[in-house]
């Protein structure tokens, strides 16, 4: 199970990469492997400012459609478009090419709140 320390993950099983106030933000490899192979990456709130927590879209598998969660409040500026037509991405390279979304936090503070590596760990159980 890849776990990456640098990155910052929550309960709901998304990963953020924080540079300065820009977050990228996927699916964790362990949320991928649960979900099985990724269909669809449906994002439609590009431009929309949303607080933590909210759903900001979803990821449609094999055998489920599942909600993801905003892990930062902010505006959505960006949404990896090259999903549109490999959404397989996430499956295949979850902390890289399978990004979904960038986010322009509005409070970074909530940053302080995500779970570490090890603490997400713990969560699942690795």
């Not at 990155?7 to 949320?31: C, M, P, Q, S």
């Not at 909600?67 to 902010?74: A, H, I, K, Q, V």
Request: charged fraction near 30%.
């Amino acid at each position: 199970m890849n776990i990456p320390s640098e990155l910052k993950y929550t309960k709901d099983h998304e990963w953020i990469r924080l540079n300065g106030d820009i977050a990228t933000v996927g699916i964790t490899d362990f949320a991928q492997s649960e979900l099985g192979d990724i269909v669809y990456v449906e994002v439609e709130t590009v431009d929309e400012t949303l607080d933590a927590e909210e759903i900001f879209g979803t990821v449609e598998a094999v055998k489920t459609v599942s909600d993801l969660f905003l892990p930062l409040s902010g505006e959505i500026i960006e949404f990896n478009t090259a999903l549109e037509d490999a959404p397989e991405k996430v499956n295949t390279d979850p902390y890289g090419e399978g990004w979904m979304i960038k986010i322009k936090c509005s409070d970074l503070s909530q940053a302080d709140t995500l779970l570490t590596a090890e603490a997400y760990k713990k969560l699942i159980g690795a």
